[in-house]
């Protein structure tokens, strides 16, 4: 592969994400020759070790993630070869001095902040006084950008005196995935599937992203964030936003960001008036996964608020006032400590006016759209039973697209894979622009004024659960039922 050369500075490399996902995804990459060949990757952190050391500390975790069939000593020594290790403390300055001597003027320095936000401020600002950074030095953001509407603005405000938009990819990761990649191509590039995206056809969308994690040993973060502001504000607005966008005129990033932006701004606010109607939360108390007793929210080791209200869940009904969604209802829902890991964008459309072959048959078709586990589409539909034995009667049946088996591959790749490739290639696509990100907070920061003006109550659900039985109620008043 060519290219102008290409240094990726890592900041918090000695962190659980670049353990459990960033190393991971750049060896995978280095396995099938997709990183240019003199890409550097400079690991800094604030422990004192030897570069050595460091790849001695993440070799088990790496050499497990590539599996038996892709690890070998050759691909190992390769990669260990792209990296260095170097030691800073990231508040000060004189510290990156040896980080402004390994860049050299004509490489392209991505610098990769896998730290909390509170540090992005403080990292530029040092970056700029040591002059490591260039007309084209890009940087990439993790989640969460900000805590709030105010906050988060602050965070692009300041990032953006030291970079350009152009050279700014925040992260979203589950833009990576396969799936959410091939919702794109679903809806734009088939005409029957397109022909049909609006409340003509469909009757609800459901959104659910269930973890069967829960928060242990992150209770003093968590409980100031709660499960909106972790995982809703960011990844289900996300899968939302590419429900429901108008197609884009192009696949450019600026065309479908402008897209996606509409979406949020056209999402009806939920106030005081209806947060009671349309929001439950919950928290996980005590209880078993399979043959496992899993402990209460509350009773976790590090829980040091006793009268916590954080919420580990929370399900909502949400509208898009539009044309293409007026009067479709999106329900989302979204808790740690559930009884399955699940990931799924879920269509149902409208059942026919007259149905011919008897009421008990009018069963409405879905598209389910799997993120995990087991990435894939598919179609429930209505067909005759096989067999003359029962007239025409009808059964449901799937049409089951597995992107793993229809691939012929071995594996799908992490979604952090594509991510780095594209930063990489400086394409922006699949990466979250500033107006979407700060647009998505102000809605939420609505939602969170009005519950706690209203004062929503939290509650509890057992841990390996579905969710607490409010989030049953809240679809079941409308006549549905959540999809199992």
Not at 143 to 164: M, Q
Not at 263 to 292: C, F, K, N, P
Not at 381 to 395: D, R, T
Request: with cysteine; charged share 25%.
């Amino acid at each position: 592969m060519q290219s102008d050369g290409i240094d990726l500075i890592l900041f918090g490399a000695a962190g659980d994400l670049s353990r459990r996902k960033l190393l991971p995804a750049l060896m995978h990459l280095d396995n099938n020759g997709l990183l240019p060949d003199d890409l550097r990757i400079l690991a800094l952190s604030r422990e004192h070790m030897t570069t050595e050391q460091f790849m001695a500390g993440q070799q088990h975790t790496l050499q497990t993630y590539m599996g038996e069939q892709r690890w070998s000593q050759a691909l190992w020594e390769r990669f260990c070869q792209r990296v260095r290790y170097v030691a800073v403390q990231f508040t000060q300055v004189s510290q990156y001095a040896y980080l402004k001597s390994e860049l050299q003027a004509q490489r392209v320095a991505v610098f990769y902040f896998a730290t909390p936000p509170s540090l992005f401020q403080t990292i530029c600002e040092n970056l700029s006084a040591a002059q490591c950074l260039s007309k084209t030095s890009r940087v990439v953001l993790e989640k969460p950008i900000g805590r709030d509407f105010a906050n988060c603005k602050e965070v692009n405000e300041t990032v953006g005196l030291f970079f350009d938009e152009q050279r700014i990819y925040r992260i979203d990761h589950y833009l990576g995935k396969e799936t959410v990649q091939n919702l794109l191509a679903l809806r734009f590039a088939n005409r029957f599937i397109n022909a049909q995206w609006d409340n003509t056809c469909i009757d609800h969308v459901q959104i659910t992203v269930a973890e069967t994690v829960g928060v242990d040993g992150r209770f003093a973060y968590y409980d100031h964030v709660g499960q909106l502001r972790d995982m809703l504000q960011n990844h289900l607005m996300q899968l939302l936003c590419l429900v429901a966008m108008e197609p884009p005129n192009t696949m450019t990033a600026h065309d479908i960001r402008d897209e996606k932006v509409k979406v949020v701004r056209a999402l009806r606010v939920i106030d005081e008036d209806s947060v009671t109607e349309h929001v439950v939360r919950g928290q996980y108390v005590q209880g078993w996964y399979r043959t496992e007793e899993l402990t209460g929210y509350l009773q976790l080791e590090d829980a040091d608020n006793p009268d916590s209200d954080t919420e580990t869940f929370v399900a909502l009904k949400a509208f898009i006032d539009n044309w293409r969604w007026a009067g479709v209802p999106f329900y989302l829902r979204t808790g740690k400590r559930m009884g399955e890991k699940v990931t799924e964008i879920v269509i149902t459309y409208k059942t026919l006016a007259h149905n011919i072959f008897g009421a008990h048959e009018n069963s409405p078709n879905r598209l389910v759209i799997r993120l995990q586990p087991n990435e894939g589409i598919e179609m429930q539909m209505l067909s005759k039973q096989q067999g003359i034995e029962g007239g025409m009667a009808l059964e449901r049946q799937n049409l089951d697209l597995n992107f793993l088996h229809a691939s012929g591959s071995e594996r799908i790749p992490d979604a952090y894979e594509r991510l780095f490739l594209d930063v990489i290639r400086a394409d922006q696509s699949l990466f979250v622009g500033r107006e979407e990100v700060e647009e998505s907070w102000l809605w939420c920061d609505q939602l969170i004024s009005a519950w706690q003006s209203c004062r929503l109550k939290v509650h509890p659900y057992p841990a390996g659960s579905k969710g607490p039985a409010q989030a049953e109620l809240l679809i079941g008043r409308d006549g549905r039922s959540w999809h199992e």
